[in-house]
């Protein structure tokens, strides 16, 4: 029933930005934790960033201090600003959500976008 749908990935030098949006439709926002994972070639999905409902934070040691993670309920979207981008970036973005709560494990996650890809090169 809900639909989720990430865009703002591309082609990038490494050192440069990315914002990544997720749009959901198909229910109220507001009372559902957001995340972000990622994907690379021949590796598992991994945990990128979350925020609750609340507005807490969780991100990954990997990309702490470079990616920020936030949404706008109004909008019903989420986004993920990623900053000084480095080539083990690049990956397919993947947007979840799941109620209320954060998790760092896809397993939790009840709704999945598409993906997008994000490619950093050196």
């Known amino acids: 029933q809900v639909q989720l749908v990430e865009s703002g990935g591309g082609l990038v030098q490494a050192g440069g930005s990315l914002r990544l949006s997720c749009a959901a439709s198909?229910?109220?926002?507001?009372?559902?934790?957001m995340a972000w994972f990622r994907q690379a070639p021949g590796k598992e999905r991994e945990f990128v960033a979350a925020l609750n409902y609340r507005g807490s934070v969780y991100v990954a040691d990997s990309v702490k201090g470079r990616f920020t993670i936030s949404r706008d309920n109004a909008k019903n979207t989420g986004y993920l600003q990623m900053n000084s981008l480095k080539p083990e970036d690049t990956a397919i973005y993947y947007c979840a959500q799941r109620p209320y709560y954060n998790s760092n494990s896809a397993l939790d996650y009840n709704d999945w976008g598409q993906g997008t890809q994000v490619t950093v090169s050196s």
């Open positions: 198909g229910r109220t926002f507001a009372n559902y934790a």
